[in-house]
């Protein structure tokens, strides 16, 4: 009775192992009629449908509902057993003698795309629902469903390395499919998440394709595929000569009128084109600097509960270690709850700068030393590139801002917009992870004016203009540092007074900052 359950659990594991490897979220019929009847609502009369997609079918199967006249209808999937169902779907169907239906097994990313594209005339409906998974998922599964290499999304350096790399494979694809309608009298019209379409936008925007008109509709992901993900269906109707750099967005599929219009403004999408268009004057040079927090990936290791004169790591471990290398520390959500609060944590920091030496720990804090080497392992797993080639123990996005006793910062993850400021604690800098965001001051007086500049009306409007708040990161440095904070002070009559602090304290005033710390002996 075991092996038989145990055999039952195998078989369980390997089709979720699959129907995560696919980003199986299978449309169900009644979403699928009413993408097509809101299609065909709009007017749209396509002579071809493709679905690069299309799992069991049902978007093949409305469509034969809602766009009679269609004449050419090919269907893609890799996945056999669907092709299998979808065919079967599609022969209960009364399909006009007219019409060419094709329901093929292949592979995305091996498809001769043009030669299908070349045989369906226009109008042309590309359709369906992509898959919800990300290549860094689906590559620790070691799944062969990927795209080759290559650097699509044009990340530079760092950004290349520490995580925004990593995309959903929808955003490959449908970079795809907008560039088959382009130039055609052609719509797509895709089922994705709603951060994918807006990604998906951008790329299309900024490489001048010719896009008429594009909506997104929100849709109920609980309802249809009982999943918590904020997703949409990304409508983009292509045009052989005008373009058009708007998205209307709505709620869902009735509203007749949008919630927002999104838009690429100087190579950026923003949110609120409306507000934008209120404040792009305070759009401008970053006055100050804004920094992220310290990256060290191994946080049971490397963060603590202070317990009278010693430290409890994530492991539950209770340590002596010098207070050299140890500093109070805030989270995102410590941050969001408000500065208020004493620190609870506290972390230790094994350099100053980044790449430098942390052989001179053994000398200063042998306690501290004999830590790390105990959780040595654990530290050089730690994936992130950054930590290649580095000396051991390293982290990352460190440097004499990280400790200025006195900061403004906010919380990346969380959906509000409150700078506060930090001071130090038990006569030492508070350090930050890499969740937030903060700006690095030189005195109370200068960091109390500049959360005061930032946490004003214009300010947390200009922002509101570029933050989508579905986003897991919705608050970003890219963001922040649109903001020009003098003439955001010049509107609030206040320019003297900023002009005095960027005397004293000028753009590259955090590699002026002295500190005592001992740790940092030459």
Same mark, same amino acid.
């Given at each position: 009775?075991?092996?038989?359950?145990?055999?039952?659990?195998?078989?369980?594991?390997?089709?979720?192992?699959?129907?995560? =490897?696919?980003?199986?979220?299978?449309?169900?019929?009644?979403?699928?009629?009413?993408?097509?009847?809101?299609?065909?609502?709009?007017?749209?009369?396509?002579?071809?449908?493709? =679905?690069?997609?299309?799992?069991?079918? #049902?978007?093949?199967?409305?469509?034969? =509902?809602?766009?009679?006249?269609?004449?050419?209808?090919?269907?893609?999937?890799?996945?056999?057993?669907?092709?299998?169902?979808? +065919?079967?779907?599609?022969? #209960?169907?009364?399909?006009?003698?007219?019409?060419?239906?094709?329901?093929?097994?292949?592979?995305?990313?091996?498809?001769?795309? #043009?030669?299908?594209?070349?045989?369906? *005339?226009?109008?042309?409906?590309?359709?369906?629902?992509?898959?919800?998974?990300?290549?860094?998922?689906?590559?620790?599964?070691?799944?062969?469903?990927? *795209?080759?290499?290559?650097?699509?999304?044009?990340?530079?350096?760092?950004? /290349?390395?520490?995580?925004?790399?990593?995309?959903?494979?929808?955003?490959?694809?449908?970079? +795809?499919?907008?560039?088959?309608?382009?130039?055609?009298?052609?719509?797509?019209?895709?089922?994705?998440?709603?951060?994918?379409?807006?990604?998906?936008?951008?790329?299309?925007?900024?490489?001048? @394709?010719?896009?008429?008109?594009?909506?997104?509709?929100?849709?109920?992901?609980?309802?249809?595929?009982?999943?918590? &993900?904020?997703?949409?269906?990304?409508?983009?109707?292509?045009?052989?000569? #005008?373009?058009?750099?708007?998205?209307?967005?709505?709620?869902?599929?009735?509203?007749?009128?949008?919630?927002?219009?999104?838009?690429?403004?100087?190579?950026?999408?923003? /949110?609120?084109?409306?507000?934008?268009?209120?404040?792009?004057?305070?759009?401008?040079?970053?006055?100050?600097?804004?920094?992220?927090?310290?990256?060290?990936?191994?946080?049971?290791?490397?963060?603590?509960?202070?317990?009278?004169?010693?430290?409890?790591?994530?492991?539950?471990?209770?340590?002596?270690?010098?207070?050299?290398?140890?500093?109070?520390?805030?989270?995102?959500?410590?941050?969001?709850?408000?500065?208020?609060?004493?620190?609870?944590?506290?972390?230790?920091? *094994?350099?100053?700068?980044?790449?430098?030496?942390?052989?001179?720990?053994?000398?200063?804090?042998?306690?501290?030393?004999?830590?790390?080497?105990?959780? /040595?392992?654990?530290?050089?797993?730690?994936?992130?590139?950054?930590?290649?080639?580095? *000396?051991?123990?390293?982290?990352?996005? &460190?440097?004499?801002?990280?400790?200025?006793?006195?900061?403004?910062?906010?919380?990346?993850?969380?959906? @509000?917009?409150?700078?506060?400021?930090?001071?130090? %604690?038990?006569?030492?800098?508070?350090?930050?992870?890499?969740?937030? %965001?903060?700006? /690095?001051?030189?005195?109370?007086?200068?960091?109390?004016?500049?959360?005061?500049?930032?946490?004003?009306?214009?300010?947390?409007?200009?922002?509101?203009?570029?933050?989508?708040?579905?986003?897991?990161?919705?608050?970003?440095?890219?963001?922040? +540092?649109?903001?020009?904070?003098?003439?955001?002070?010049?509107?609030?009559?206040?320019?003297?007074?900023?002009?005095?602090?960027?005397?004293?304290?000028?753009?590259?005033?955090?590699?002026?900052?002295?500190?005592?710390?001992?740790?940092?002996?030459?």
């Amino acid at each position: 009775m075991e092996s038989i359950r145990s055999d039952k659990t195998m078989k369980v594991r390997k089709k979720s192992k699959k129907k995560i =490897e696919f980003g199986d979220f299978q449309t169900p019929i009644e979403l699928a009629r009413q993408v097509c009847s809101l299609l065909s609502q709009q007017g749209l009369e396509p002579k071809s449908i493709l =679905e690069p997609t299309c799992g069991k079918g #049902n978007f093949i199967v409305s469509a034969f =509902e809602f766009f009679p006249y269609v004449s050419n209808i090919i269907g893609i999937d890799i996945n056999p057993d669907y092709i299998r169902l979808a +065919k079967s779907s599609l022969l #209960n169907k009364i399909t006009p003698i007219t019409t060419s239906l094709q329901i093929m097994n292949k592979d995305f990313f091996n498809v001769n795309w #043009n030669n299908i594209l070349e045989s369906l *005339p226009d109008p042309l409906l590309v359709i369906g629902n992509t898959p919800w998974v990300t290549n860094a998922k689906l590559g620790r599964m070691g799944s062969y469903n990927l *795209p080759e290499k290559s650097n699509f999304q044009n990340h530079r350096g760092i950004d /290349a390395i520490t995580g925004k790399s990593n995309f959903d494979i929808s955003e490959y694809m449908l970079n +795809k499919a907008i560039e088959w309608i382009n130039n055609r009298e052609a719509t797509l019209a895709m089922l994705c998440k709603t951060s994918v379409a807006r990604k998906v936008l951008h790329h299309a925007w900024r490489s001048k @394709q010719y896009i008429k008109r594009s909506e997104i509709y929100h849709i109920d992901t609980s309802r249809y595929f009982n999943a918590a &993900v904020d997703a949409c269906l990304l409508v983009v109707a292509a045009s052989r000569s #005008n373009r058009s750099y708007l998205c209307q967005v709505y709620n869902n599929f009735k509203d007749t009128v949008p919630s927002s219009t999104l838009g690429y403004q100087q190579g950026c999408i923003v /949110a609120n084109i409306a507000l934008f268009d209120q404040l792009k004057d305070i759009e401008g040079e970053e006055r100050y600097k804004w920094r992220s927090g310290i990256k060290h990936d191994c946080a049971k290791v490397m963060e603590f509960r202070k317990e009278n004169n010693k430290y409890r790591n994530g492991y539950g471990e209770l340590v002596d270690l010098e207070d050299d290398y140890l500093y109070p520390m805030f989270k995102s959500s410590d941050i969001a709850n408000g500065s208020g609060l004493q620190p609870t944590r506290w972390m230790i920091v *094994p350099q100053r700068i980044t790449g430098e030496s942390t052989d001179q720990i053994r000398h200063f804090a042998p306690k501290t030393w004999q830590y790390l080497q105990k959780h /040595a392992q654990l530290l050089d797993r730690r994936a992130s590139s950054v930590y290649r080639n580095r *000396p051991r123990f390293s982290i990352f996005g &460190v440097g004499n801002y990280s400790f200025a006793h006195w900061k403004v910062a906010i919380s990346g993850f969380y959906k @509000q917009l409150d700078f506060t400021v930090l001071g130090p %604690y038990e006569g030492k800098p508070v350090v930050l992870d890499d969740t937030c %965001y903060f700006i /690095a001051c030189r005195t109370k007086k200068e960091a109390f004016f500049i959360a005061e500049l930032l946490n004003s009306d214009i300010a947390k409007d200009f922002f509101s203009a570029f933050i989508f708040w579905d986003e897991k990161r919705p608050i970003t440095v890219n963001i922040l +540092k649109k903001l020009d904070l003098l003439t955001l002070a010049r509107k609030l009559g206040k320019e003297e007074n900023l002009k005095e602090f960027l005397v004293q304290s000028p753009q590259n005033h955090d590699q002026q900052l002295l500190f005592s710390e001992s740790v940092f002996r030459s």
